[in-house]
């Protein structure tokens, strides 16, 4: 996989591996070096090897630790931040921010699943609840940061939450897994480009596909115009991907190191939840089935590949779940 | 927990933690460097600082892998193996034999979950399954060895399978974690005594306490009148510490480095998959939960302090464990 490094070209995004490199020793470790393991079990309802990177083993059940990590160490002006989250950034950002002291604020919106928002509350962080769509936390933030002079943390557009997910990107790499294919589910962007970019940089030959639900298709469909397209409102039960306005720099980049991305309808993702909970004995929530539900969709065209998937968040409301998961079981 | 490592005692068992530091350098690395994390949303539920090191995350969904890549990375014998097994061992050892192209005959109990029969199957070992239960499997296995003249893998009997579970004690103690007490599944014991030896070593002030179902007794009650005590039969659903035969040199080393053995009620193993599952998002099989379970059965003795309990396995009937995890779910 290494062979051809010093041959590749580097995608000029707003990334650099060197800088990746030297963040990731920021992170705090129970973030890091998650597991990577073929799974065996999925494979005959998948029709390819499958390999799961694992993010929800840590103290917030998903890989946004990697980079508030790096956003909480570097912080030099004053002690507070703001962040709008889907519920995953405001618990990983709560988590950090706790860790040094710092006081965070997180916008969300009501349509967040209640385990996020207790979590993020439980962590200490103070809470505003919308009653609204997280593009409007956005705009909420924006203003809370700008009237209280405090730093404002931007999911996908703030580097470090793109540098933090890069790291995941590294570990891929470093592995000895051969690969293919590495499926990303596709929200802001912060962890298609992050990832998206360490591995057109270091192994050019591993297809990077991107995948949203039909239901918040913003990101997917700017990706394939390649312009900024927006759209009026979200409907999928992945909370953690549901945006309606992609941000220019991370579409920029997103277009430089994205080999596709692809659509699924909530019925694969619900599959796909059931078959990682039935096969791989794994809790995830909705964002994180989104690669499986892609291979569900296009057997043939991941036929006999060797596809990672990153399982990015186990956040999930449990009654929900339940619907999600055991409604329909045949036993 | 380094300071007073020079001047601790060696606790005199079969293990040496040196030859425990060279054997993992044996151990495919997907079996190492678990996830290690605090897990706060449990600790309402149970009174204590809890951390879980998670063995789930991995090609065979349990902490067997690390003592099986030992015994098969040291084959010289020939190219056959025998191992009898309640269904993990068996898993783990095919798993470690199919990448060396060793063969692999396991002997298990009718009664071993058929997850767990099905996945030794399905990594290509041969398969003997007895209407009987895991000791007179142990017999046959010896049996088998004895006729064919292969080797005969004795879990917990065998150093290699208590230095692969050492492994973990290893990353207990290398971690930043402050921890008072470790919480470790007993069944035959190879768990219990690897981890037990590290910890006492290198961190003995941290209390090693064995857990074992009240329906499987045998070893506690060893260890407790200090001399094998064997049981006519077992009743628990915790299939993977299912014996009634301790073998006597792990008994001496469980002497050795074990604190203290307490044995819970299955109700206790119930509730605390049903915890791990709600609010860890782990699927985890009953052994796993063994841990979690002592904690619930005496709260006022864990009250406050900052404990660990290993995660050891999710190889579970998911019929079997629908009825145990969500029955009687109040949503």
Not at 2 to 30: C, F, G, M, Q, S
Not at 226 to 254: C, F, H, M, Q, Y
Request: charged share 25%.
């Amino acid at each position: 996989m290494y062979k051809r490094r010093t041959l590749n070209p580097v995608p000029h995004t707003r990334l650099n591996t060197d800088r990746i490199r030297a963040a990731r020793e920021a992170i705090n470790p129970v973030f890091l070096n998650t597991p990577l393991y073929r799974c065996e079990p999925l494979e005959p309802h998948l029709g390819c090897a499958i390999s799961i990177k694992l993010e929800t083993a840590n103290p917030v059940r998903c890989f946004k630790g990697r980079g508030t990590e790096i956003v909480a160490s570097q912080q030099t002006r004053g002690n507070e931040l703001v962040c709008a989250s889907a519920g995953n950034l405001g618990q990983a950002l709560a988590w950090s921010g706790r860790a040094r002291d710092l006081n965070v604020t997180v916008v969300a919106s009501h349509k967040a699943p209640k385990a996020k928002l207790d979590r993020i509350r439980a962590l200490g962080a103070t809470l505003e609840v919308l009653e609204a769509d997280f593009d409007t936390a956005r705009d909420r933030a924006v203003e809370i940061a700008q009237h209280r002079g405090i730093r404002l943390v931007e999911d996908s557009l703030d580097i470090e939450t793109c540098e933090g997910a890069a790291a995941i990107g590294l570990e891929l790499v470093e592995a000895a897994h051969k690969l293919d294919t590495v499926l990303i589910a596709l929200g802001g962007g912060a962890m298609a480009t992050g990832i998206g970019h360490v591995v057109k940089e270091l192994a050019p030959h591993v297809e990077v596909v991107c995948v949203q639900p039909q239901g918040a298709p913003a990101m997917t469909r700017s990706w394939r115009e390649k312009r900024v397209i927006t759209t009026d409102s979200t409907n999928t039960i992945a909370d953690g991907v549901a945006g309606r306005r992609p941000i220019p720099e991370v579409l920029e980049d997103l277009l430089l190191v994205a080999d596709d991305a692809v659509l699924v309808e909530e019925e694969s993702i619900i599959r796909g939840m059931r078959m990682l909970f039935d096969h791989a004995g794994l809790v995830v929530e909705p964002s994180a089935a989104l690669g499986v539900a892609a291979i569900l969709e296009d057997r043939e065209r991941f036929a006999n590949k060797r596809v990672a998937t990153i399982v990015c968040g186990g956040n999930v409301d449990m009654d929900a779940y339940h619907q999600w998961v055991m409604t329909g079981r045949t036993g």
